[in-house]
């Protein structure tokens, strides 16, 4: 194991990066039991760790250190200077919405066009796991843990997560899960192990609904969707298809550096909602280290990754799904839903 020194402490394994005098180094463990710890300076304090947390494994192993003013875009389009999430239709006021998510923003008509989604209705995951290995999850039966689910939770300390029926985006039932600081994940390894894996040589759709309640913009790197090779000590093992910083979306890797697609500080969608409201998110990532974001059904080019990048993905053999920020996090609370992998695209309606 790597060792680095900043004021005469032994740091965990991370490449240093600069940016702004902003000094950055960052780590997170998680293991199989769930426990988990987490340190960050990337705001340039002292390492935040939360109680209770271990030194065994990993969740990331880069922090964002990037600091200044970033464009501050419109939620639903309406009257913002960026890019918005509503706008399927012509609106006034600011560029082009993304995604038809608001419905109103943008100066022109908006990219995507998909439309808004509608919660309610029958869980379309009834069967979590099918026959030919692809996943389908509404958390309808068995929550992650019991016999019978995919998924497991991966919570740190002080962290919580259930299947209840406060919050469903369709069916009865969703994962609901809260975090003080530490991280929140629903992780499964069953759709990159099996024979008739769904995730084979790294081609895979990925579909969720996510509620994300705080409304406080996190203030440094954030994690939400991660596919990764736990066993690799490679400083690429994990790629964030979302996650980002400041309150921003953006997809992530880290090799010698921190590489954001949308790079921090220029226009970019921002999360969490206010107010908040269910979304879809599909991802596609394929074989030739490429990853395609999708927000309500539409295309959000900007998280795009392409070959011509060189980003080295890791072999994917886990995923996980929640949240995790490095630095100072306000108390988080979220919901997931209708979780779906497969080899084709999934869609929100399905």
Not at 93 to 117: M, N, Q, T
Not at 130 to 135: A, D, E, I, T, W
Request: some cysteine.
């Amino acid at each position: 194991m790597r060792r680095s020194k900043q004021n005469g402490r032994r740091l965990d394994p991370i490449r240093a990066r600069s940016q702004r005098s902003w000094f950055v180094t960052a780590s997170v463990c998680m293991i199989a039991s769930g426990s988990a710890c987490m340190k960050d300076n990337s705001l340039g304090g002292d390492t935040v760790s939360p109680p209770g947390g271990s030194d065994a494994g990993k969740l990331d192993s880069a922090s964002s250190g990037a600091g200044g003013a970033i464009v501050t875009p419109g939620i639903d389009g309406s009257g913002a200077d960026t890019q918005g999430l509503g706008g399927s239709t012509a609106g006034t006021g600011g560029a082009p919405g993304v995604g038809g998510v608001g419905g109103g923003g943008g100066g022109s008509a908006g990219a995507g066009g998909a439309g808004p989604i509608v919660a309610g209705g029958a869980s379309n995951c009834a069967t979590p796991v099918s026959s030919v290995g692809k996943l389908c999850d509404g958390f309808e039966g068995p929550a992650p843990g019991a016999a019978g689910s995919a998924f497991t939770f991966a919570l740190g300390a002080g962290s919580t997560g259930v299947v209840d029926t406060t919050k469903p985006y369709r069916g009865s039932k969703s994962v609901h899960m809260k975090t003080n600081g530490a991280q929140a994940f629903i992780t499964e390894t069953m759709s990159f192990a099996q024979p008739a894996a769904v995730a084979t040589n790294n081609e895979l759709w990925g579909r969720m609904f996510i509620w994300f309640a705080t409304t406080a913009n996190p203030q440094s790197h954030d994690v939400f969707i991660t596919l990764e090779d736990p066993a690799s000590t490679a400083a690429s093992s994990q790629l964030h298809v979302a996650g980002g910083s400041r309150g921003f979306l953006a997809s992530q890797i880290r090799t010698t550096s921190d590489l954001y697609h949308p790079p921090m500080g220029t226009g970019m969608i921002k999360f969490p909602l206010v107010p908040p409201a269910w979304q879809c998110w599909e991802w596609h990532t394929t074989a030739a280290n490429t990853l395609e974001f999708y927000v309500d059904g539409a295309l959000y080019a900007p998280m795009s990754v392409t070959a011509a990048d060189k980003w080295p993905f890791p072999i994917f053999k886990s995923m996980s799904l929640g949240f995790l920020q490095f630095g100072t996090t306000p108390v988080t609370e979220m919901w997931i839903d209708e979780v779906a992998l497969d080899s084709a695209r999934i869609g929100c309606d399905n």
